[in-house]
């Protein structure tokens, strides 16, 4: 029996529709090619392959027109529909941002390869000549959200691994993401690589993106990336291994002995710089000796970068005038707001800003400010997300400011890969034992 459709951020909760035959067919078969796809450039050379990325670079600039027009529409379909100003950045598309995704795909070029990297290797006793070495996934899916730019960087990185790409790119970037692939598979062609090494399955819907979670024995890695409703319900529906791209509900937190003139770039620069992303910081955490001379200047210049303040009482009382502050609940504390928002509150100590993370965070990025060097050290010791800065923006959590080039996501989860996914994320490992003829007694 056809398992049936899970809920999807853009419907309610309580609908769910069986996935048509023709549906499952149809993506089934965009998975066989590309899993032969992803035969050819398991073997392909790394010159072949940057050779490619180059190409994909080009093609992108050149046709940043065609592009940018399709945008436009997907930007108009999502105002009417009410989209947050937040989700809509995160959704634009412009010459300088398409020229941004075609360098990072140069970037990617110049990356080494994982590919063959020895990961490590030995000499046993018998003789025996072992090697652990990295080799592609084969088929990798994505399904996301609203986010074109995924699409240029999930295919770029999925070729620099050796992998063929699947792609979900929701409803809210279909012409985006059509157009994208479109561009991008003429760029493999160009350069002799097969045009199915990068697919979408947009086309299919919701019930295609049900196809690809269930296409076991042909997608080989399957990674969500957006909302934590769809993170959640692809971690829940699939049969094909996934790797959870968790939400970014990320904290800062300023000790009692931060530094004021540090603290509030720190601040302003997590939450305010981008705030459709999943690294911009949803909770403010202060140490009740600093919220006194600290906060009443941050809650205004926050205020006046247009954030909406949710505070505890605590912090109701130190704003200033013509400050306003709504009164927080369990739900601001639990929420990756991708808005101007942000919640605040009052902490008795180091230990109750801990508890407060371990309750609410979903494990991606923590920051603390501070100057005495035991706080920073416990606050690293006892929290277990992803990342943890100490006296540093939490938009760092960044594969290309971690200089590893373009990432597919972040992982929150603690299997094989962890914080960006990079392109040694993308492979997993092979042993490969040499010997002279030896045979087990």
Request: glycine share 8%.
């Amino acid at each position: 029996m056809e398992p049936t459709a899970p809920h999807h951020p853009d419907r309610p909760d309580h609908e769910r529709d069986a996935v048509p035959d023709e549906v499952r067919d149809a993506v089934l078969e965009v998975a066989r090619r590309a899993q032969v796809a992803a035969r050819e450039l398991a073997s392909a050379t790394r010159a072949t392959k940057d050779a490619a990325l180059h190409a994909m670079a080009d093609h992108l600039v050149a046709a940043s027109p065609e592009i940018v027009m399709a945008n436009a529409v997907d930007l108009e379909r999502g105002r009417a529909a009410g989209t947050s100003e937040g989700l809509l950045d995160r959704l634009a598309l412009t010459p300088d941002r398409v020229a941004a995704i075609a360098d990072a795909l140069r970037e990617l070029a110049a990356l080494p390869d994982p590919v063959g990297e020895v990961v490590r290797g030995s000499t046993l006793p018998n003789g025996l000549r072992l090697r652990q070495v990295r080799v592609p996934m084969g088929v990798v899916g994505m399904i996301y959200e609203a986010r074109p730019n995924v699409t240029a960087d999930a295919a770029g990185l999925a070729l620099k691994s050796g992998n063929a790409a699947v792609l979900r790119g929701g409803s809210a970037a279909s012409g985006s993401n059509t157009v994208i692939v479109k561009v991008l598979s003429d760029a493999l062609v160009s350069v002799g690589l097969p045009a199915d090494a990068v697919q979408s399955i947009d086309e299919h819907g919701r019930a295609g993106a049900v196809a690809l979670m269930h296409a076991r024995g042909l997608v080989d890695l399957l990674v969500p990336r957006g909302g934590a409703d769809l993170i959640r319900t692809v971690v829940q529906e699939a049969t094909v291994p996934v790797v959870e791209t968790g939400t970014g509900n990320c904290h800062v937190y300023v000790d009692a002995s931060a530094d004021p003139a540090v603290a509030l770039p720190i601040v302003m620069n997590s939450k305010t710089h981008r705030v459709g992303v999943c690294n911009a910081a949803e909770t403010l955490l202060v140490h009740t000796d600093a919220a006194a001379g600290f906060l009443p200047g941050a809650l205004r210049a926050l205020a006046e970068a247009g954030v909406v303040l949710h505070g505890d009482p605590r912090t109701a009382e130190l704003a200033p005038v013509g400050v306003d502050v709504v009164p927080a609940t369990d739900e601001d504390w639990a929420t990756e707001y991708l808005s101007l928002d942000l919640a605040v509150r009052v902490v008795t100590d180091l230990e109750a800003a801990i508890e407060h993370i371990r309750t609410w965070s979903s494990g991606h990025t923590e920051a603390i400010v501070t100057r005495d060097l035991a706080a920073s050290e416990r606050f690293v010791a006892a929290l277990d997300s992803a990342a943890i800065m100490v006296n540093a923006s939490t938009r760092f959590t960044d594969g290309a400011q971690f200089g590893l080039g373009a990432e597919i996501g972040i992982s929150t989860q603690k299997m094989h890969a962890r914080g960006p996914m990079g392109l040694p994320e993308l492979t997993t490992t092979k042993w490969i034992v040499n010997g002279d003829g030896q045979i087990r007694t």
